[in-house]
């Protein structure tokens, strides 16, 4: 009886509960319909990171004592200003520039920290950026970073970016990387 009694007990609980979370899931769902219409959006271009030459779009702009000792050069902050197009052609038209920080992060793995705006300069996405910030475990065939924001046509914009390596020269390090973002905003 006692047994009986506590799952009758349980079924009240469910049952009370219920009506209130579904209320509750209406009026958030609800809000948000007010505040902004969203829109999915899925970005796919080509990131050109050129280390080599006399124009290099990625430079080393600190370091620690040690670094060089460092298989995976741990400790190395790179500033990169480097171009995204729409193939992997370097020549390919120009949709925009990957700008800011990436640091190797990891003292085991080829693992950057990626710090970077994403502003485009075609389309209808001229003057919209986004930001991803995460750990970009470079030599993945496929890495996810998360997407944190965003600007212009992309305010408010959430989401994730898949990265893989299309080409890279592993004595120069130069690479190119296709990537594909999809998100919300
Ligand atoms: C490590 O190597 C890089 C590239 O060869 C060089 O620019 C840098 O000065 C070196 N750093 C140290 C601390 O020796
Ligand atoms: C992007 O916008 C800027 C500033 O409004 C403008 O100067 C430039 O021509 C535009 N670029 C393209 C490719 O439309
Ligand atoms: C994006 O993903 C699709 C499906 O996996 C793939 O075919 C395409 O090549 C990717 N694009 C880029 C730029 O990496």
Known sequence: MAKLGGILWLVTVVVAAFPRAQSLRVESWATRLEAKKETLTNLQFYFHDTLSG???SAIRVAQAADTNKS???FGAVMMADDPLTEGPDPNSKLLGRAQGLYASACQEDVG???AMS???TDGIY???SIS???KNQALDMVREMPIVGGTGLFRLARGYALAHTYWMDI???DAIVGY???VVH
């Open 54 to 56: 006399r124009n290099p």
């Open 71 to 73: 298989l995976t050069l």
């Open 112 to 114: 950057l920290l990626m």
């Open 118 to 120: 994403f502003s485009f």
């Open 126 to 128: 001229n003057g919209s």
């Open 132 to 134: 991803i910030l995460g």
């Open 171 to 173: 004595t120069t390090g």
């Open 180 to 182: 594909n973002v999809t």
